[in-house]
């Protein structure tokens, strides 16, 4: 459409031009001795605009001949640049998709700009782990870092070294990179998890604190990961009868009665001779939530008063009164009691519900007791059948 305007508003000038030359009786004389020549006025003005256009043309196309080379070099240029990106995606998306033979291939060799090349060889490192290709990947790994990213190199490195187990080394490029990002979020789960591989439970603790308050941990993963950090800290302090009972008071509530930090404080106050601190974490413990485990170690703790231990044993009874478990702890409690009798009954009767290895043992060991050598020796030999079975089905 713009050609066919041009085209009329040519026609038009024309036209305007060949009707002024026909009533203009202008004209224009050009002596150069001895010749003589004579031109219409609007002859010699057509004449002189055909002359500067045809010099215009011919100084362009002057100029485009020298610029030849570099316009083909640009060209080359573009052409490759193109590739290159072309390259770059189609590495990208060969990662993506998990094509990681692919991927290595394409993004360890890419070249291109210097803040691309880094980022390729990083992804290429990482598809070289998914291969197992370890000499691949540290290559890949020392080429990111000498190319701008040297973060994204670090993160990967910790991310392998704890994939292996290699905790150690993984604390090393973790210390390096806090250098460049002290408060990056993923590298601070990174640590976390390697601080609890190292069994270094309060630097854990500090940093699943920070990560809790940057709500950078799903709650689920939170709250098992304090679990975690809270027992095996209690654990620790399981040495240092102070230093245990003011870690246990700092813990909240909410967690002191989960049967997970519930069974480790128990044993970590039963180790110090705390049997009756034990008690109460249990009993608290089990009042929130009937559990198995627990109901199993309230049998091994002896507290400073038995008979409420067992009281209390049998008003759960009450509530549980099938509970095989339960009647094995009550069991126990009567025969460190030497109530014999009771102990008897409250074994056969959890026997009765569900055989159990445990079951058989005490009860051989009771039958002991009131000379029954015969009896015991069945009960052994039906607790190491039951083992037996326990054994196969793992």
Request: hydrophobic share 45%.
């Amino acid at each position: 459409m713009r050609w066919l305007i041009s085209l009329l508003i040519v026609a038009v000038l024309a036209v305007a031009l060949a009707m002024a030359g026909r009533y203009d009786p202008g004209y224009v004389v050009l002596v150069y001795p001895p010749w003589r020549m004579e031109i219409s006025f609007i002859g010699f003005v057509l004449a002189v605009v055909g002359m500067v256009v045809g010099g215009i043309v011919l100084l362009r196309l002057a100029m485009l001949t020298l610029n030849l080379p570099g316009i083909v070099r640009e060209q080359r240029e573009r052409r490759a640049a193109r590739k290159r990106d072309q390259n770059f995606v189609g590495g990208l998306q060969a990662y993506a998709e998990c094509r990681y033979q692919d991927a290595e291939e394409s993004l360890g060799k890419w070249q291109g700009d210097e803040t691309r090349i880094g980022l390729a060889r990083v992804l290429a490192a990482r598809s070289a782990q998914e291969m197992r290709a370890i000499a691949q990947r540290e290559r890949h790994i020392r080429e990111a870092t000498e190319h701008g990213a040297e973060l994204a190199a670090l993160l990967f490195e910790a991310e392998a070294c704890l994939d292996t187990k290699d905790a150690t080394a993984a604390l090393v490029a973790i210390n390096r990179a806090r250098e460049i990002a002290p408060q990056h979020t993923a590298l601070l789960r990174l640590e976390l998890k390697a601080r609890q591989m190292t069994g270094q439970w309060d630097e854990a603790e500090r940093l699943l604190d920070v990560l809790v308050r940057s709500n950078a941990l799903e709650p689920g993963v939170a709250v098992q990961s304090r679990r975690m950090v809270y027992a095996e800290n209690l654990k620790r302090r399981a040495e240092d009868d102070r230093g245990l009972l003011e870690y246990w008071k700092k813990i909240p509530a909410d967690f002191k009665t989960d049967p997970w930090m519930a069974r480790a404080a128990a044993r970590a106050f039963m180790q110090r001779g705390g049997h009756d601190t034990a008690l109460d974490i249990l009993e608290a413990a089990l009042g929130r939530e009937w559990n198995e485990d627990l109901v199993a170690l309230y049998g091994d703790v002896r507290g400073s008063s038995p008979t409420r231990q067992i009281e209390q044993a049998e008003k759960w009874l009450h509530a549980q009164p099938r509970d095989a478990q339960l009647l094995l702890s009550l069991a126990q409690l009567c025969s460190v009691q030497q109530l014999w009798g009771k102990a008897q009954s409250y074994l056969e009767a959890s026997l009765a519900i569900a055989a159990s290895a445990e079951g058989h043992i005490r009860m051989a060991e009771l039958k002991n007791q009131s000379g029954q050598p015969g009896e015991a020796c069945r009960h052994y030999q039906k607790a190491l059948a039951l083992c037996g079975v326990q054994q196969g089905s793992k």
